[in-house]
């Protein structure tokens, strides 16, 4: 996930020219939402403000502030009458020299969900691969350190190695998402039972086919869970109508599902 904050710090730092671009007050229908940001140097652009031709006149004014040296200012602009563009709605873009903002100040994108994600195979890494792009927060669970992949993770993607791996459920804020997709039936069976003992999942998802449903349905019937409880743990996972069980584009199916059970931003 591009940390502009971070980014623009950097820039500022080094004495770097650049223009902050900033969507204010919304009316509508609009790209972007109220507080998001673009950066705009002379031979580079960071962010987006939703792109089109509305970003494309943005970054050539910010570009023409750059040139000139001048003060900040503001643009009410109509998406409709002004640029052509079909979403119909206005906003206000604040346009300010790097120098002069405080990027320290800004407000990071509020996370969508806290996912715990148990199981870093083939699927639980291509999960972490599109999550690493989204406004979200994850512990990335398994016992072994070896199937994580090398190198540093996002900033809101955390790698947890721990054994018994269902002792992290506990750790989870209430209202979290859970998702399993362990190696082994046993594990998942063990922390299927750890989720719904807590009783405050927002999501819960388990890997596996409708038998596997079935068969985990009646243990966890005969282990003395309610069955509507057990009745709203998703499995199989994923978008219904989406064929496909290469693990790329079951996590494609299975990030928009994640997204779909989110608040709305």
Do not use: N
């Not at 947890?160 to 594990?187: K, R």
């Amino acid at each position: 996930m591009l940390d502009l904050r971070s980014l623009a710090l950097q820039w500022q730092a080094a004495g770097r020219p650049a223009v902050v671009v900033s969507v204010g007050a919304t009316q509508g229908s609009v790209p972007r939402e109220s507080g998001t940001r673009l950066l705009v140097a002379a031979d580079e652009v960071l962010g987006t403000i939703g792109g089109g031709h509305l970003e494309l006149q943005a970054i050539a004014d910010a570009r023409a502030l750059l040139s000139s040296g001048g003060a900040a200012f503001e643009q009410r602009i109509a998406l409709g009458p002004s640029l052509g563009q079909c979403c119909g709605g206005a906003l206000t873009l604040h346009f300010a020299p790097l120098a002069q903002d405080e990027p320290a100040a800004w407000q990071g994108e509020h996370p969508r969900f806290f996912l715990q994600l148990y199981g870093a195979g083939h699927v639980g890494r291509a999960i972490v691969k599109l999550l690493a792009d989204l406004p979200c927060r994850v512990q990335w669970v398994d016992e072994r350190e070896s199937e994580f992949p090398p190198g540093p993770l996002p900033p809101h993607i955390e790698s947890v190695c721990v054994d018994p791996v269902q002792a992290e459920v506990a750790a989870a804020p209430p209202g979290a998402f859970f998702l399993v997709l362990t190696h082994s039936h046993a594990l998942d069976l063990a922390l299927a039972e750890a989720i719904l003992a807590r009783g405050d999942a927002a999501w819960f998802g388990l890997i596996g086919s409708k038998t596997k449903r079935a068969r985990f349905e009646h243990r966890l019937l005969a282990r003395g869970f309610a069955p509507e409880a057990v009745g709203r743990m998703v499995c199989p996972i994923g978008l219904p109508g989406l064929a496909g069980k290469q693990p790329e584009v079951l996590a494609v199916s299975v990030v928009a599902q994640l997204l779909l059970a989110a608040p709305p931003p």
